[in-house]
């Protein structure tokens, strides 16, 4: 807590100990999988050997920022160097996260990648959640997790979201938005998951992928070697698939098929939503008149019902979103330890957004301890200095 108010972060990360695939995966997977070349101050790979498949997971301008970042701030530092439960409570009680759901970040981009064998994407993910939940229940009324889902295969997928929510004490699960082996979201290869999800009720987060080149339809193979684009794809890469995930589920009637599916965007910001919104009702109302199938509702409806985007801290434009009513929507994330998080004044700069306290206390708590359906009774302490 800080300034009386609570703050529930939606999408915080943990570098994951490289030694959980090394200790926690099964032969022959363990002997396939590989780390070359890390950062300087972390032990994050940007590059990985996978079953004799080469890969990068972060491209040359964001290798070059990362350092210097954690180099001035020790707590990043030590958090990515070293994670464990009490360097996270230390650094909630100095940020005033009162709850936080973790995501992880070398494994952002080990289950993105085309043509992956399924079983051994769904070891991966095991191992990974295995850990996880481990590594919350040291503080269990502080940290939560999303269990990582292998895309590779559906049934898999829906498979290990329910043994890790029923199991593990996953509060959700999440993937990236990469469009793995050229599937849409929309395509009905996806639908065993989505009937799986519906029935557990927990949320579905999408991360974003911009740096992995293991994945043919990723938008960040436009700009690779074009003279000055780096910057450049980091704007548009993820935004755009975010966008698109939404617009599929929408327009191609999957959320109205499952109406217990509850996205959640990511790292994207969320001062686009208007536009998009604008798009889609467009596109529905002039052509969905020519396809071969209905919708019950609006595509806005849709969304309202069931989608959440997570907001930057510090996000312009918010107060515009709030005031056209989308603030049941919102969630708020803090992207701790990352080199780009605001820490430690990632919840200060989103006390000062220009929204009414009520929206606030909706964005920084309400909506999450809703749309998480966790129980009453957590243990948070008292405010922060």
């Not at 994951?16 to 090394?22: A, G, M, N, R, Y």
């Not at 230390?90 to 970040?105: A, K, L, S, W, Y």
């Not at 701790?336 to 206390?361: G, T």
């Amino acid at each position: 807590m800080k300034n009386g108010f609570r703050f529930f972060d939606c999408d915080l990360h943990v570098v994951e100990p490289l030694s959980i695939w090394q200790e926690r995966l099964p032969e022959p997977f363990r002997s396939a999988t590989k780390f070359g070349a890390t950062l300087p101050n972390a032990p994050v790979p940007f590059e990985f050997d996978l079953n004799g498949r080469r890969f990068t997971g972060t491209d040359p301008v964001m290798r070059r920022k990362i350092p210097g970042r954690l180099d001035i701030q020790p707590n990043l530092l030590e958090a990515s160097r070293n994670p464990t439960p009490e360097i996270y409570e230390r650094d909630f009680d100095i940020e005033g996260i009162d709850v936080g759901v973790i995501t992880p970040t070398t494994f952002l981009f080990m289950c993105a990648i085309d043509g992956m064998d399924p079983d051994y994407s769904l070891a991966i993910c095991q191992a990974y959640n295995d850990w996880l939940a481990e590594f919350c229940s040291a503080k269990p009324d502080r940290l939560k997790f999303y269990a990582w889902l292998p895309k590779h295969s559906a049934r898999l997928a829906a498979r290990e979201a329910r043994r890790c929510v029923e199991e593990l004490g996953a509060v959700g699960v999440a993937m990236t938005t990469a469009p793995i082996d050229g599937r849409l979201h929309s395509d009905p290869f996806f639908d065993p998951l989505w009937e799986e999800l519906n029935g557990l009720n927990v949320p579905l987060g999408l991360h974003g992928y911009a740096g992995n080149t293991g994945v043919r339809d990723n938008m960040a193979h436009r700009y690779t070697g074009h003279y000055r684009a780096e910057v450049t794809a980091r704007v548009f890469t993820d935004v755009v698939h975010a966008q698109s995930f939404l617009a599929e589920v929408i327009l191609s009637g999957v959320l109205q098929r499952f109406p217990n599916l509850k996205p959640i965007i990511f790292e994207v910001g969320a001062s686009w939503l208007t536009w998009l919104l604008a798009a889609i009702d467009g596109r529905w109302n002039y052509l969905g008149p020519a396809v071969d199938y209905t919708l019950d509702l609006t595509p806005r409806e849709y969304f309202r019902r069931q989608c959440f985007i997570s907001i930057d801290p510090d996000e312009e434009g918010i107060e515009h979103l709030v005031e056209d009513g989308w603030a049941g929507n919102l969630l708020v994330s803090t992207d701790y330890p990352h080199h780009d998080c605001a820490f430690p004044r990632a919840v200060e700069e989103f006390l000062s957004l220009n929204i009414p306290d009520e929206a606030k206390r909706q964005i920084g708590w309400d909506n999450a301890m809703r749309i998480f359906d966790i129980k009453s009774g957590i243990k948070i302490p008292e405010a922060v200095a």
